[in-house]
């Protein structure tokens, strides 16, 4: 199964680069790649991991958060924060897409340029 017909299952750390942690819940979250769920950065960095497979990677401001940061959540992310994300890829689980979703791809070919 590949990530573009399954819904990937990853557990994942934040990190700042001024050291400050955000940990995310240890049971793995699902989510479906490329309609927003997650930032672009780690869209891009989960897209060819294989599962078991465990990887770092920075994450520009332009792909993270950008100039509004998560103000107003719980995990405070700066604005144009550098973020690195330890990122696990646990399994991929069949992908369903919602009739929403469907058309949410249709009309966005390429998510990272909106």
């Known amino acids: 199964m590949s990530l573009s017909d399954a819904t ?15 940990t995310f ?25 294989k599962v078991g497979e465990t990887r770092t990677v920075i994450v520009p401001p332009k792909l993270g958060y950008g100039a509004n940061g998560t103000e107003g959540f719980d995990d405070k992310i700066p604005k144009d ?18 009739d929403a979703q469907q058309k949410w791809i249709a009309d966005h070919p390429n998510p990272w340029e909106m």
Not at 8 to 22: C, E, W
Not at 26 to 36: D, I, K, N, S
Not at 81 to 98: C, D, R
């Open 8 to 22: 990937p299952s990853v557990r994942f750390l934040i990190t700042q680069v001024d050291g400050t942690k955000q």
């Open 25 to 49: 819940p240890a049971r793995p979250q699902q989510f479906t790649l490329g309609v927003g769920a997650q930032i672009p950065g780690f869209d891009e960095a989960v897209l060819d991991m």
């Open 81 to 98: 924060a550098t973020l690195i994300y330890t990122l696990e890829l646990k399994s991929l689980l069949p992908f369903a897409p919602t």
